[in-house]
């Protein structure tokens, strides 16, 4: 990937991924206290660690595109995160300046090749992209758990039958 073709995916991806901020952000709001231990299936994610993985991957992914290395982080929720509010909290503080930090890589740091444990070794622009994905799934995991939890499911691409589109 040349350097100015880098630049127009990041630049594409991270406009994405800004537009998928709020809908992202109800989702884990949308979380009712009290439900953080509620999973579907004894294999799923509980709704906390659920929310929290959306939230904290997608800082994490952030970061280490503008880091160029890709370190594994521990998973564990913090002790100060309790609630799904405390993640959107958390999301609120963190996502904003990590996402500053890759709008503000060159366009040559952007279509330098970054390694991901030994998987993959693509361009920093391409991670954003994934991250995109990776977010977007995690995401629509956490709106499944909502109406089960007793949650109102918020709009998100449209309409919902909790939330019309106004």
Same mark, same amino acid.
């Given at each position: 990937m040349?350097?100015?073709e880098a630049l127009v995916v990041a630049n594409l991806a991270l406009a994405d991924s800004d537009a998928e901020l709020p809908a992202t952000r109800k989702v884990i709001a949308?979380?009712?206290a009290g439900k953080e231990e509620y999973s579907p299936?004894?294999?799923?994610?509980?709704?906390?660690?659920l929310?929290?993985? !959306? &939230?904290?991957?997608?800082?994490?992914?952030?970061?280490s595109i503008a880091d160029g290395k890709f370190v594994p982080g521990s998973g564990d929720i913090p002790a100060e995160?309790? !609630? &799904?509010a405390d993640v959107a909290a958390w999301y609120d503080a963190n996502r904003g300046p990590a996402a500053a930090r890759v709008k503000g890589m060159s366009a040559d740091a952007l279509a330098a090749p970054v390694d991901f444990f030994g998987m993959m070794n693509m361009p920093a622009a391409w991670y954003v992209a994934f991250n995109l994905r990776h977010l977007v799934h995690h995401r629509g995991?956490?709106?499944?758990?909502?109406?089960?939890?007793?949650?109102?499911?918020p709009s998100i691409y449209g309409p919902s039958a909790d939330e019309p589109m106004s």
């Amino acid at each position: 990937m040349e350097p100015n073709e880098a630049l127009v995916v990041a630049n594409l991806a991270l406009a994405d991924s800004d537009a998928e901020l709020p809908a992202t952000r109800k989702v884990i709001a949308a979380v009712p206290a009290g439900k953080e231990e509620y999973s579907p299936d004894g294999k799923s994610m509980n709704a906390l660690k659920l929310a929290w993985h !959306t &939230a904290s991957s997608d800082v994490w992914f952030l970061n280490s595109i503008a880091d160029g290395k890709f370190v594994p982080g521990s998973g564990d929720i913090p002790a100060e995160i309790k !609630t &799904a509010a405390d993640v959107a909290a958390w999301y609120d503080a963190n996502r904003g300046p990590a996402a500053a930090r890759v709008k503000g890589m060159s366009a040559d740091a952007l279509a330098a090749p970054v390694d991901f444990f030994g998987m993959m070794n693509m361009p920093a622009a391409w991670y954003v992209a994934f991250n995109l994905r990776h977010l977007v799934h995690h995401r629509g995991q956490l709106s499944t758990y909502l109406r089960p939890m007793g949650a109102k499911v918020p709009s998100i691409y449209g309409p919902s039958a909790d939330e019309p589109m106004s």
